[in-house]
């Protein structure tokens, strides 16, 4: 089944320390992209990539860091320079050409500083 | 800039009752609008969207929207609410961002609450 996975579903972290948040895709999607989610906020964009070896930041990029090394993975790090960073964490795929516009989501991973 | 307003927080409704979820999206360029589902601890699931042609879109799960484009409207409604509609509702407009990805803004979420 063709989709989008992130791992892992639940992570704990002490404060100062870095994480890594995984998201694979296996559409042949070209653009990925990261949301971060809190209560009463909606959706915001963190970072996204339109092809591999290439992405830019969203609207909340300060203090976290992606890399795009291959199409199906775009990692996201959560740097001890986030201040907030306990979140709801969504990872998203999308096509680049025609006029679809539609992305397709991951579960989420939820983080939480301890 | 684009921005997508969704004034209810939160709709309680009873069970087979309708609902309309509001969504006002404000754009000077043509838009394409969307409506996701989320259900608690997971992600985003497209219920419907709108590119073009039919102002009123049928979507997944009995749901459907209407395109007003004079209101900037895109309100979602379901004629018969199900216990298992309950869930959080997200409208969103896409715009074109940095050459061909297409960026969604998103409103911040409407919580339906259906009771028995």
């Known amino acids: 089944d063709g989709g989008i996975t992130q791992s892992p579903k639940y992570l704990f972290r002490k404060e100062g320390q870095n994480v890594t948040l995984s998201c694979e895709q296996n559409?042949?999607?070209?653009?990925m992209y990261w949301y971060r989610q809190d209560p009463g906020q909606g959706l915001r964009l963190i970072y996204y990539?339109?092809?591999?070896?290439?992405?830019q930041k969203g609207d909340i990029a300060e203090g976290y860091s992606v890399s795009r090394e291959k199409k199906e993975s775009f990692p996201l790090t959560v740097t001890s320079a986030q201040k907030n960073p306990t979140a709801f964490y969504l990872c998203?795929?999308?096509?680049?050409?025609?006029?679809?516009?539609?992305?397709?989501f991951g579960p989420g991973t939820r983080l939480t500083v301890l | 800039a684009q921005s997508v307003t969704q004034l209810d927080s939160q709709v309680p409704v009873f069970e087979e009752a309708p609902v309309e979820l509001r969504c006002n999206y404000s754009?000077?360029?043509?838009?394409?609008l969307f409506w996701y589902v989320q259900y608690p601890n997971q992600g985003l699931q497209l219920l419907l969207k709108?590119?073009?042609?039919?102002?009123l879109v049928k979507g997944i799960n009995g749901f459907e929207a209407e395109f007003n484009k004079s209101q900037t409207s895109f309100h979602l409604r379901k004629p018969s609410v199900h216990i298992s509609d309950t869930a959080e509702y997200f409208c969103?407009?896409?715009?074109?961002?940095?050459?061909?990805?297409?960026?969604?803004?998103f409103g911040t979420g409407t919580l339906l609450a259906v009771q028995p």
């Open positions: 998203a795929s999308s096509r680049t050409s025609g006029n679809s516009n539609e992305q397709f």
């Open positions: 559409l042949n999607h070209d653009a």
């Open positions: 754009s000077s360029v043509s838009v394409y």
């Open positions: 969103a407009v896409s715009v074109i961002y940095g050459g061909a990805t297409n960026k969604l803004i």
């Open positions: 709108y590119l073009s042609g039919s102002t």
């Open positions: 990539s339109q092809i591999v070896n290439d992405f």
